[in-house]
């Protein structure tokens, strides 16, 4: 095992006396390091490892921290003895594991997670709406982050119809009707037993608030707080750490303001950046602060363009430029604008292979996009030079041609009036049928209007009607049409009462799908596997909470993802198999690799610029600002600002998101960045370069 030797900075921070401390850790310096050696310290100053509480942002880091903790402190403490390591969310749900009666909620109420809450959401929602067209799907993920944003600031729904005015305008009318489809989802928690995210934060700041004894009962069995990946905290979290650790309790919190990336799932800037104000030492002073500067992964020219991009943030927070580790090799940043979407995929594509070629392994190389939408054409560039690719992000992975097939079977088994998903299969690799040969479905379908049926159907229901048309069929179209229907009808069936799991799993095995697969080269079959896995992953966390499978709520949410319009927002569990990762910049947080790619990056796309803006004003989807907990620090904007002047105030700030996005980006490369930009992406009119930091 190799020995640690801190820095400077580092040993500075690891033998901070026991006050509240504030640590600027940028991209790469080690802070999971120092976090884990700062806890080995404690305890070998003679703290109980059991007495110390350290919380992180996701599981995989709660599991990478704990990991470090254990190493750090295995020679100085008995086995078995370790530090306490949670989740925000985790620490919440211990201490109602343990008080929650108090406040509701009882030991044998379950936790359901985002994908459960949609569906919980889907299933309630029932009523009629006079301003909201529920039609489209959108306004049901648009109430589920009203809800979430609700509950990041400790406010409910009797709170949110008080401040509606005695007339409400379109947008507070609007407002009201998403408040009462939330109202339906609490009525079904309720009913259910269960609670989401956002009541776990809710309900244990309930606790600490309204019974102060036990607060100091929790606050008692520990006597040091280290928080990490603070800068990803909404509101609701901090106050409930204010009111179990704050007056001057030894909280060391650890995060980079320039990586606040997640504001729109309710992060909130001023968690950091008031985080001295919070979290004052025992006489009143603000908490010191103390920087992580030198990065132990990227070489120094990758950290001066990071730098570049850091200048562009408006009001970057505490914490100096980055620093390459003495003798570490430079590195490259290379950028290149190229005329055409697939100009830039075949040079992203040939570049992998020359540097795999020249030694870099596959695994150690990654595409990481902005959005969605531009994974499938580097994808497929990738799959004809025979690179295997490894899609983590879901939304990009319904582009791929196994998950796309499995994607079609679900919308058709969802909704027989679907045409395009049949379409898909039916043009596909196993039944090899064209557009001449599904002209007699599509005219049985489609009567003329002075037609004694001249109702129209979709194709799917036509294939009700294939005796009627076999006449005007071939022979091989009508066989490939008759064996979809067999092979349709006996899914149909299967959907009816198994998990959605099991359901993919019979698609698979109803349609040959694996030995398909088995036939492919090696590095194809390693992706397909790789992809189609990771599908069945989503499938079956996906499990019903109740009754049959919610198939159609399913199908929702990934119509939301192959749409581009949900962020996914876990960090990528990537398999360790040796294939190329292509992922969102959101997914990468946390990761790193040799050789990183950064496409798309055109103007309007990467950074997004002249989107819809976060307006409370003008969108009832939002929270408005007198009811959030870090107005503070949010844009000066008002009601009675014109509209165009309060977009040109949140032009400002959305850009400042994106580029802490571009700087996140940025920091996953160890020793080679390639950025680069196409003018034509299949649109009407040639792309312009984003702006250059």
């Known amino acids: 095992m190799t020995a640690f ?17 504030r640590v600027a850790a940028g991209a790469g310096t080690g802070k999971t390091t120092t976090v884990a050696q700062r806890i080995a310290a404690l305890v070998e100053a003679g703290i109980d490892p059991e007495r110390i509480l350290g919380l992180t942002f996701t599981n995989k880091a709660a599991e990478e921290l704990a990991a470090r903790v254990r190493q750090a402190t295995e020679s100085i403490s008995e086995p078995g003895r370790d530090a306490e390591i949670h989740t925000y969310h985790g620490f919440a749900a211990h201490v109602l594991h343990e008080f929650g009666p108090l406040v509701g909620v009882e030991r044998s109420t379950d936790l359901v997670t985002p994908t459960f809450s949609r569906q919980i959401f889907h299933d309630s929602l029932t009523g009629t ?35 509606a005015p005695t007339e409400p305008d379109e947008v507070w009318a609007k407002r009201l009707e998403y408040a009462a489809i939330v109202s339906g989802y609490e009525a079904e928690k309720r009913r259910l037993g269960v609670i989401d995210f956002g009541d776990l934060i809710a309900k244990a700041h309930e606790l600490v608030t309204h019974y102060p004894d036990f ?34 309790f030894p909280v060391m919190a650890v995060g980079d303001a320039d990586q606040t990336i997640y504001e729109w799932r309710g992060a909130s800037l001023q968690n950091f950046e008031r985080f001295p104000e919070h979290f004052p030492t025992a006489d009143g002073r603000p908490a010191p602060t103390l920087p992580l500067t030198v990065n132990r992964r990227s070489g120094q020219s990758i950290l001066d363009f990071a730098g570049l991009i850091q200048q562009e943030i408006d ?4 914490g100096a430029r980055l620093r390459a580790l003495p003798g570490a090799e430079p590195g490259e940043v290379m950028t290149r604008w190229l005329g055409t979407a697939l100009d830039e995929a075949d040079f992203i594509a040939d570049e992998i292979v020359e540097l ?6 596959w695994r150690e190389m990654a595409v990481l996009f902005r959005k969605n939408k531009d994974i499938e ?78 109702v129209p159907r979709s194709l799917g229901e036509a294939l009700d009607g294939l005796e009627e048309v076999r006449d005007r069929l071939t022979d091989r179209a009508y066989e490939a049409l008759n064996r979809f229907r067999t092979t349709y009808l006996t899914l149909l069936e299967a959907a009816q009462g198994v998990s959605l799991v099991e359901l993919t799993r019979r698609i698979l095995a109803e349609t040959d799908a694996w030995p398909e697969i088995e036939a492919m080269s090696d590095a194809a079959r390693l992706s397909a596997r790789l992809n189609v896995y990771r599908f069945l992953d989503l499938a079956e966390e996906w499990s019903p909470l109740e009754g049959r499978p919610s198939l159609a709520a399913f199908v929702g ?137």
């Open 356 to 361: 795999h070629e020249t030694g870099t392994p």
């Open 215 to 248: 607060a100091e009962r929790i606050r008692r069995r520990y006597e040091a707080v280290l928080l990490d990946e603070y800068q990803d905290t909404n509101p609701a979290q901090r106050e409930l750490l204010r009111n179990l650790f704050g007056s001057g």
């Open 557 to 693: 949410h990934l119509r939301l993802l192959a749409e581009d319009q949900t962020e996914e927002l876990d960090t990528a569990r990537l398999s360790g198999e040796d294939a190329v990762a292509l992922l969102t910049i959101h997914r990468a947080k946390g990761l790193e690799w040799d050789a990183v790619f950064l496409p798309a990056a055109y103007a309007r796309n990467f950074p997004v610029t002249g989107r819809s803006f976060d307006d409370p004003y003008r969108h009832p989807h939002l929270v408005p600002y007198e009811l959030r907990l870090d107005r503070a620090t949010l844009p000066p904007i008002t009601a009675d600002m014109d509209e165009d002047e309060r977009s040109d105030i949140l032009r400002v700030h959305a850009l400042d998101q994106e580029w802490r996005i571009a700087y996140v980006g940025a920091t996953r490369s160890r020793r080679r960045l390639t950025i680069s930009g196409a003018a034509w992406y299949g649109a009407t009119s040639p792309r312009q370069q984003a702006a250059k930091p």
């Open 129 to 163: 709406f006079e301003h909201l067209d529920l039609t489209w799907s959108g306004h049901l993920d648009r109430a589920i982050q009203l809800a979430a944003a609700l509950a990041d600031n400790l406010t409910d729904l009797n709170r949110l119809t008080e401040a």
């Open 315 to 318: 009001g970057t927070g505490p």
């Open 377 to 454: 054409t580097v994808r497929a560039a990738l799959e004809v030079r025979g690179v295997p690719v490894e899609v983590a992000n879901l939304g990009g992975l319904l582009e791929i041609p196994e998950v796309a097939d499995l994607w079609a079977w679900l919308r058709m088994l969802d909704d027989p009036a679907d045409s395009p998903a049949l379409v898909r299969l039916l043009m596909g690799a196993q039944y090899r049928l064209g557009l001449g040969d599904l002209k007699p479905l599509s005219d049985w379908a489609s009567p003329n209007a002075d037609a004694e049926d001249s």
């Open 5 to 21: 030797h801190p820095s400077p900075e580092q040993a500075a921070i690891i033998d901070a006396p026991l006050t509240p401390l």
